[in-house]
């Protein structure tokens, strides 16, 4: 196992022990861009997204290297949301704050085929047994089943005035959020 993460330009694997470089390899861009989204590796996949035309790509990993599956701009270009994975199927919010939309999204991991798409602002989500917890930065904040062929919201709740882009904490079914303008936590209690 490696530690992979990405920097302005590249994406990048180290070994943790010894931090020795075992792959670079270009992700990113020059100009106003930022590479926010962590790198998500899953079942022999490493899964990069970001936003500003740099879109996303899936690498298939074995035999000491990564060989490219998919890429593109139109599947899942991510500003700063992380994406989860369940079952072969990539959930995250495709968009930009500053470009004024978004979407959640249900993409086949193997192919990068969008199933699904669902209006939102951008925010950040959480995977949680049976549910996404998605919180947008408008302070909408829904449970979504993980369902690979359609949209189903189980619940939703308005946090109020503010901005939440800080990224949520999940403990014990208890959610913390914090508003990014006032620095307020909440804590929701999410079990049922």
């Not at 920097?7 to 670079?24: D, M, N």
């Not at 790198?39 to 690498?59: C, E, N, Q, T, V």
């Not at 199933?115 to 998605?134: F, M, P, R, T």
């Amino acid at each position: 196992p490696h530690v992979v993460f990405v920097t302005r330009l590249h994406c990048v694997g180290v070994e943790p022990e010894t931090g020795k470089e075992v792959f670079r390899f270009r992700f990113g861009q020059t100009g106003p861009t930022v590479n926010a989204a962590t790198p998500l590796a899953f079942d022999k996949h490493l899964f990069l997204s970001a936003s500003y035309g740099i879109g996303a790509s899936m690498y298939q990993v074995g035999g000491g290297k990564l060989s490219p599956l998919w890429s593109n701009d139109n599947s899942m270009s991510s500003q700063y949301t992380t994406c989860v994975q369940r079952d072969g199927v990539l959930f995250g919010i495709h968009g930009r704050e500053d470009a004024g939309s978004a979407s959640l999204r249900s993409v086949d991991a193997k192919t990068g085929k969008v199933l699904w798409e669902q209006d939102s602002a951008v925010g950040h989500l959480l995977l949680a047994k049976n549910y996404l917890i998605v919180l947008e930065v408008d302070g909408r904040l829904r449970l979504v089943e993980p369902d690979k062929h359609q949209y189903r919201e189980a619940a939703t709740h308005n946090l109020g005035d503010g901005t939440w882009r800080a990224i949520p904490a999940l403990s014990d079914g208890r959610l913390f959020v914090r508003d990014s303008n006032e620095g307020q936590i909440r804590c929701l209690s999410v079990s049922r």
